[in-house]
């Protein structure tokens, strides 16, 4: 683009030194030469500005998208945690004093996990502006994580 404005600059002062040795007629030609590169310069430029606006409403479009989808998998993983925390507390009731030492531990590991869970929820869900990619990945290892525990 800068090029390009650069060219229509160039090809104006071009003319304008021409202009000032040349007949009326070739005046009139350099003048409308100058005239439609800077026109063409100028529809350039408005494309390149609707190409940059469009590729930024699509990727806007994309992360709310991942987003959404991000948000529906963390919900499953909560309901899936909150799952595991009852039948932690079942057991708990059920077992015997060494095995509710275990029960009670491993309620608190998942409890600490859905907290994490709930904190990525609202993180996924504001307008923070970040880096989605480097978010998004490091949302992704922590839900392999808890799965992994909850197996």
């Excluded at 430029?45 to 992360?63: F, L, M, P, R, Y």
């Excluded at 039948?87 to 060494?98: C, L, N, Q, R, V």
């Amino acid at each position: 683009m800068k090029t390009k404005t650069i060219l229509a600059y160039a090809l104006f002062a071009i003319g304008t030194i021409s202009f000032s040795s040349c007949t009326r007629d070739e005046k009139r030609d350099i003048a409308d030469t100058t005239q439609d590169a800077q026109d063409k310069v100028e529809a350039e430029a408005d494309e390149v500005a609707s190409d940059v606006k469009n590729g930024a409403d699509q990727t806007a479009e994309d992360i709310k998208r991942e987003k959404d989808e991000m948000a529906v998998k963390l919900e499953r993983q909560r309901d899936e945690l909150k799952r595991e925390i009852d039948e932690a507390e079942d057991k708990i009731k059920t077992a015997s004093e060494k095995e509710k030492a275990r029960w009670r531990e491993r309620r608190e590991k998942l409890k600490e996990k859905l907290d994490d869970v709930d904190d990525s929820i609202k993180e996924v869900r504001s307008d923070a502006k970040q880096d989605w990619k480097e978010f998004k990945r490091k949302l992704n290892n922590k839900i392999d994580d808890i799965q992994k525990d909850i197996e």
